[in-house]
């Protein structure tokens, strides 16, 4: 993944393009701070493939990792 400032986004576009094309992913960044990414779009006829086979997850745990992320959000951890 790279990164780039947006001035040089506009400077590069094509060249960008190209390595997006290929794969990769690009940040793109205003004033040092990522503010888009770019990257290859989803085959949307995949989709339903990928999610018939990724199990399910009860309430009970998506509630739970919602609010471990806040905690951690809170506490000034990074959450990713």
Known sequence: ???????DTKARLSELVDRVEAGDSIDITRRGKPV???SKPIDAAL???????TP????????ANCFAS????????AVS
């Open 1 to 7: 993944m790279g990164l780039i400032d947006l001035a």
């Open 36 to 38: 888009a990414r770019r």
């Open 47 to 53: 989709l339903p493939s990928l999610t018939a086979t």
């Open 56 to 63: 399910l997850q009860s309430e009970s745990v998506i509630v």
């Open 70 to 77: 806040l905690g951690d959000n809170i506490a000034g951890r």
